[in-house]
């Protein structure tokens, strides 16, 4: 089963988030509302749900890029701005928009989770980074 992180600072958003993700069937391995509780998280993580904006400033796209380099996680980001992350983040797969319906929560954790072998069609409300920006697909 794939251990999903959140990375989120709004405590309403991410135990939302939570109960979305449990509710599909998945297993959170926590919440994390900045760079050094999402560094003591990503040892149990498998996927990665990130915001930009934390309680530690605008460290969402280098706690994606540490995620996805250092434990070779599967990272999307999730932020009401995504025009602030659209030139793609090394390592990071693509953005969406929050808010996030369920529908496309589920659609983006099942890309995550086999988007390497390519056995899941892209969701329309995922934005893709450049394959060079995100690394092999």
Same mark, same amino acid.
């Given at each position: 089963?794939?251990?999903?992180?959140?990375?989120?600072?709004?405590?309403?958003? %991410?135990?939302?988030?939570?109960?979305? +993700?449990? %509710?599909?069937?998945?297993?959170?391995?926590?919440? %994390?509302?900045?760079?050094?509780?999402?560094?003591? !998280?990503?040892?149990?993580?498998?996927?990665?749900?990130?915001?930009?904006?934390? +309680?530690?400033?605008?460290?969402?796209?280098?706690?994606?890029?540490? !995620?996805?380099?250092?434990?070779?996680?599967?990272?999307?980001?999730?932020?009401?701005?995504?025009?602030?992350?659209?030139?793609?983040?090394?390592?990071?797969?693509?953005?969406?928009? /929050? @808010?996030?319906? @369920?529908?496309? +929560?589920?659609?983006?954790?099942?890309?995550?989770?086999?988007? /390497?072998?390519?056995?899941?069609?892209? @969701? @329309?409300?995922?934005?893709?980074?450049?394959?060079?920006?995100?690394?092999?697909?």
């Amino acid at each position: 089963m794939q251990r999903v992180l959140i990375v989120e600072d709004d405590p309403l958003i %991410a135990i939302d988030l939570e109960h979305t +993700i449990h %509710a599909l069937g998945y297993v959170t391995s926590g919440i %994390a509302n900045s760079f050094d509780s999402a560094k003591r !998280l990503a040892p149990h993580s498998d996927l990665a749900l990130v915001d930009v904006n934390l +309680i530690d400033g605008a460290t969402g796209p280098r706690i994606g890029q540490f !995620l996805a380099s250092e434990f070779g996680i599967s990272v999307v980001m999730v932020t009401a701005n995504p025009e602030t992350v659209a030139d793609g983040i090394f390592g990071v797969i693509g953005v969406i928009s /929050k @808010p996030a319906q @369920p529908v496309t +929560i589920k659609q983006v954790l099942e890309f995550m989770s086999n988007h /390497k072998t390519h056995q899941t069609p892209r @969701p @329309p409300a995922l934005h893709l980074f450049a394959p060079e920006r995100r690394g092999p697909l």
